[in-house]
C-alpha cells in the first residue's frame, strides 16, 4: 500500500488492494473492508461497488474509531487497473463479478491477455466464445464492470467538486448511466431530486461547470428554492414582491424581464403565479395551495352536514341537558364557559375548544366522551405527537394515538417532498366523534390528510392552544380556522382553583399577557427566575442545576426528570453546545461507553436523542407490529449498539423501537437541551429554561408562553431579566402569510 504524506487532519490519499468485505449495508451502499496490505489497514466509507481483489485510491481522511482506533474514512475513490495478466486473474476470481471464479478468470486471461478487462467490458459476443461462458453471462459480465465503471467516472466526476460517495450513490440510483450528462445539462436537477443536496449545492456546482448565471434553469431553481425556504419558515405563499426581491439577492442578478417569470413557470407544475385580485399576485408552490384548497373545499362539505349520530343534540335544550346529566354523574360543577364550549363540541360537526393551561379542556373532553359512549357512539382520540397522544390517553382515560398511526399514512417515494405521505386507504374514518389534540401543532399537509379522512356528519373537535408557537411545517392552522369566523370556536379564559395554585400556569397566563411572572424565589417554589446576564453565565448555571442542585437538593434524576429548552441551537447556550456539555457530565467518557461517532457527535448507549426530520422509510417495531416512519421531534433513548455494521437502535417514548444505520444517524441529534419548537406538545416534570440575549424574532413573548408551559411541576428560568422584559413586550412573532383562513371565506377555494 502506499499512503501520501499529509500534515494530520488534511486530506490524504492511500492505494492498496481490497482484501475483505468486513460489512456493507445494501441500502446505503456503507461499507467496511480491509486492505491487503502490512497492516490490514480499514477503510469505511460510502463504497458500494468494490470487492476483494481490486486495487483502489481512496483519498480521505484518517479518523480514530472509539472500539477499533485507527481507520481511513473514504470521501472519493478510484479504480487503479490491474497491470499485469496475474493481476487481472487474481482480481477476476477474487469474487469481483459474479459467476467468475479462478478456473474462467485463468482461461480469459489466457485467451485475451492484458486486453482480458477491455474484451469483457466492451465486446461481450468475442467473451462468449471462452468455454465456460455462454453469450447471456458474457452480457451480465459486461453490465456488472459498466455499472462499476460508471459509478467510479461518477464519482470522479463529483469529488472535484465538494459532492462525496454517499451522494454521489444517491445520484447514480436516481439517474443511473445518465448521470454525468444529467448534471452537465441541468446541475439545478439535484435540489429537486436527491435528498441532502440543495440549491446552494447546485448553484455551486453550476458555476463550476461554467452554466450561464443568468439562465432560465438557475432562475427557475431559485425561484422554487426561495418559495421551499418560505415554506420551511411557515409561510405557504409569497407575495410576489417579496419573492422576485427574495429571489434577486439569493441570485446576485436581476430578473429585468417581465417575460423572465412566465419563461420560468411555463411548464413546471411545482409552483405557480396566481392573481388573488389586481394588485395581489402571489408565488405558491403548487403542493401548498392544493392542500389548502381541497382542505378548504372538504371543512365546508363537513361544516354543511348536521352530525349523524345522536343527531337530536343539535337542539340546544336537549345538548344543555344532555351536558347536565354528564357532569353530574361526574359529580362537577361547570363553568359557563365550559358548558358553552361542551354544548358547541355536541351541536356542532366540526368545532374548536382553545384555551391556556387551565382552563379545563381537559373536564370538557372527559364529558364529552361521557355524552358519546353513553349512546355507543364510536371515539378516536389523536394527537399530532406521540408524547402529546399518551398526555391525551392520560387524561381522558381512553386510547390515543398519532395523527399519522390515525390516518395509516405511508411513505411514498415519488410523491411530492413536502408531502411525502399519503392514506393507505381512502375509506373514511370509522367513527362518530374525532378528537384531535394539541391542533396548533398541524401543518397544512397534515390538516389536509385529517380533513380527507372525516365522513361527513361525524364531529371533529380541534383542541389547542392558539397563543402557542404554530406548527413546524408550514401553515397556521389552527389560528387560520379561528380566526376566518367560519368554524364555531369556544375559547376557555377562567384558570381553575387547582390549577390557581401552581405558579406555573399562573405565570403563564401572566406572560400572556405581557406581565412579568410572579416570584416566589423559596426552594419548594414551582417557579424559580436565575438572574444570569450572558449565554456564558447562562450555561454555567445550567451545568450547576443539572449537575448539583437538582440531583442534591431535590433528588431529581437528571436523565429521567429534567429537559433542558432554550429558543436557539446557535451560541454557549444553545442546543448544540449544551448537549454536548451535558452529555459529558450526566454520562461515563466515550471510551468507557459503546457508541458511534456521525456528524461530529457521539451517540451511546443510555444517551438521551431526538429525531430531526420526518423520515418515512425508517422501520419501527413494537412488540410483534411493524411499522414505517419516525418524525420530527421524536425522543428516545439508545439501547444497543452494533460495532460491525455500524448501527444502534433507540427506544422511543411509545416503546417502539428503531434500529439507525450510518446514513440514518445523520437523523439523531441529542436530547438533553433542545429547542422550544422541537418541545411543542409536550409536558416535563421538571424544565430548565434558558434564554441568552438574541434577535428579536427569536425572543418573542409567545415562545416565552410556549417553554412556561412544557412544565409540570417545576420550572428554572435562567435568563437576564432584560431580555424577558424584551420577550414580554414582543408580540411580533413571525406572522405567517396564508391562504386557509381566506379561502374559507371566499369562494376561492372552490
Not at 7 to 14: G, M, Y
Not at 126 to 137: D, E, M, Y
Not at 255 to 265: A, G, N, S, T
Not at 512 to 540: C, H, M, R, V, Y
Request: net charge negative; hydrophobic share 40%; proline share 5%.
Amino acid at each position: 500500500m502506499r499512503i501520501q504524506q499529509d500534515s494530520p487532519d488534511q486530506e490524504r490519499s492511500i492505494e492498496g488492494t481490497v482484501a475483505e468485505i468486513v460489512f456493507r449495508n445494501q441500502e446505503n451502499g456503507y461499507t467496511v473492508l480491509t486492505l491487503n496490505d502490512n497492516n490490514d489497514t480499514t477503510v469505511v466509507g460510502t463504497l458500494p461497488f468494490l470487492s476483494p481483489g481490486e486495487l483502489i485510491r481512496f483519498n480521505g481522511r484518517w479518523t480514530s474509531h472509539p472500539d477499533y482506533g485507527r481507520q481511513f474514512t473514504a470521501e472519493g475513490y478510484e479504480y487503479l487497473t490491474p497491470q499485469t495478466e496475474m493481476a487481472i486473474e487474481h482480481y477476476l476470481s477474487g469474487g469481483l463479478i459474479s459467476g467468475v471464479g479462478p478456473v474462467l478468470a485463468r482461461r480469459l486471461v489466457a485467451r485475451f491477455g492484458l486486453d482480458t478487462l477491455q474484451v469483457l467490458q466492451n465486446n461481450p459476443d468475442l467473451a462468449a466464445h471462452v468455454k465456460g461462458i455462454s453469450r447471456s453471462k458474457a452480457v451480465k459480465i459486461a453490465d456488472q464492470l459498466r455499472e462499476k465503471k460508471d459509478f467510479q467516472d461518477l464519482v470522479l466526476f463529483l469529488y472535484p467538486l465538494g459532492i462525496g460517495t454517499g451522494k454521489a450513490l444517491r445520484i447514480f440510483r436516481k439517474y443511473g448511466t445518465e448521470s454525468i450528462q444529467s448534471i452537465s445539462e441541468n446541475p439545478y436537477r439535484l435540489a429537486d431530486d436527491i435528498f441532502g443536496i440543495g440549491f446552494l449545492t447546485a448553484d455551486r456546482l453550476a458555476r463550476q461547470l461554467g452554466l450561464n448565471p443568468k439562465s432560465v434553469q438557475r432562475i427557475k431553481s431559485g425561484l422554487r428554492f426561495v418559495l421551499t425556504q418560505a415554506a420551511n419558515q411557515g409561510h405557504t405563499y409569497l407575495p410576489e414582491t417579496v419573492w422576485i426581491q427574495q429571489t434577486e439577492k439569493l441570485l446576485q442578478t436581476e430578473m429585468d424581464r417581465p417575460q423572465l417569470i412566465e419563461d420560468c413557470l411555463a411548464g413546471d407544475p411545482t409552483m405557480k403565479r396566481i392573481q388573488i385580485k389586481p394588485g395581489d399576485r402571489r408565488g405558491v408552490l403548487t403542493a401548498l395551495l392544493r392542500s389548502e384548497k381541497q382542505s378548504a373545499m372538504q371543512l365546508k362539505i363537513l361544516l354543511r352536514t348536521p352530525p349523524l349520530v345522536y343527531a337530536q343534540l343539535c337542539n340546544l335544550q336537549q345538548a344543555a341537558d344532555a351536558v347536565e346529566d354528564s357532569s353530574a354523574k361526574r359529580n362537577l360543577t361547570l363553568s359557563s364557559e365550559q358548558r358553552d364550549g361542551l354544548i358547541l363540541a355536541l351541536r356542532e360537526s366540526v368545532s374548536i375548544l382553545t384555551g391556556g393551561p387551565g382552563t379545563g379542556k381537559t373536564t370538557i373532553l372527559r364529558l364529552l366522551c361521557d355524552c358519546m359512549e353513553s349512546q355507543s357512539a364510536r371515539i378516536l382520540l389523536a394527537a399530532p405527537t406521540g408524547r402529546a397522544a399518551r398526555r391525551l390517553s392520560e387524561s381522558t382515560g381512553r386510547p390515543a394515538q398519532t395523527l399519522h398511526r390515525l390516518l395509516n399514512l405511508q411513505y411514498v417515494p415519488d410523491n411530492d417532498p413536502f408531502m411525502p405521505y399519503s392514506a393507505c386507504s381512502d375509506q373514511p374514518l370509522e367513527a362518530d366523534l374525532v378528537i384531535v389534540d394539541e391542533a396548533s401543532m398541524i401543518d397544512v399537509f397534515l390538516f389536509d390528510s385529517l380533513i380527507q379522512s372525516i365522513r361527513p356528519g361525524c364531529r371533529l373537535l380541534l383542541v389547542g392552544d392558539a397563543d402557542q408557537l404554530p406548527s413546524v411545517g408550514a401553515g397556521d392552522v389552527l389560528r387560520d380556522l379561528i380566526d376566518s369566523g367560519q368554524v364555531p370556536t369556544a375559547r376557555l379564559t377562567r384558570v381553575y382553583r387547582q390549577a390557581e395554585e401552581s405558579l406555573i400556569i399562573q405565570n403563564a397566563h401572566r406572560i400572556n399577557q405581557g406581565l412579568w411572572p410572579q416570584l416566589d424565589q423559596t426552594k419548594d417554589s414551582s417557579f424559580l427566575f436565575i438572574a444570569k446576564e450572558n449565554a456564558e453565565t447562562i450555561a454555567d448555571a445550567v451545568a450547576r442545576l443539572i449537575e448539583k442542585i437538582l440531583p442534591e437538593t431535590y433528588g431529581l434524576d437528571p436523565l429521567q426528570d429534567v429537559f433542558v429548552l432554550t429558543p436557539t441551537r446557535k451560541g454557549s447556550s444553545g442546543t448544540h453546545a449544551l448537549n454536548q456539555r451535558l452529555q459529558r457530565s450526566l454520562l461515563p467518557p466515550q471510551a468507557n461507553r459503546e457508541g458511534l461517532t456521525a456528524h461530529g457527535c457521539f451517540f451511546g448507549l443510555a444517551d438521551r436523542v431526538m429525531q430531526t426530520r420526518n423520515n418515512y422509510e425508517l422501520v419501527s417495531r413494537s412488540g410483534h407490529d411493524q411499522e414505517t416512519g419516525v418524525f420530527n421531534g421524536e425522543i428516545g433513548t439508545v439501547i444497543a449498539v452494533d460495532q460491525a455494521s455500524e448501527s444502534l437502535q433507540v427506544c422511543f417514548d411509545d416503546d417502539r423501537i428503531v434500529t439507525y444505520d450510518r446514513a440514518s444517524l445523520d437523523d439523531l441529534e441529542l436530547a438533553y437541551a433542545m429547542t422550544v419548537h422541537k418541545s411543542q406538545g409536550s409536558e416535563y416534570s421538571v424544565v430548565i429554561l434558558a434564554v441568552a440575549p438574541g434577535p428579536p424574532q427569536l425572543l418573542t413573548r409567545n415562545l416565552l408562553y410556549t417553554a412556561i408551559t412544557r412544565a409540570r411541576d417545576k420550572l428554572f428560568l435562567v435568563a437576564p431579566k432584560r431580555v424577558i422584559e424584551q420577550m414580554l413586550a414582543n408580540r411580533s412573532s413571525l406572522n405567517r402569510w396564508t391562504f386557509l383562513a381566506e379561502l374559507l371565506q371566499t369562494d376561492f377555494g372552490s
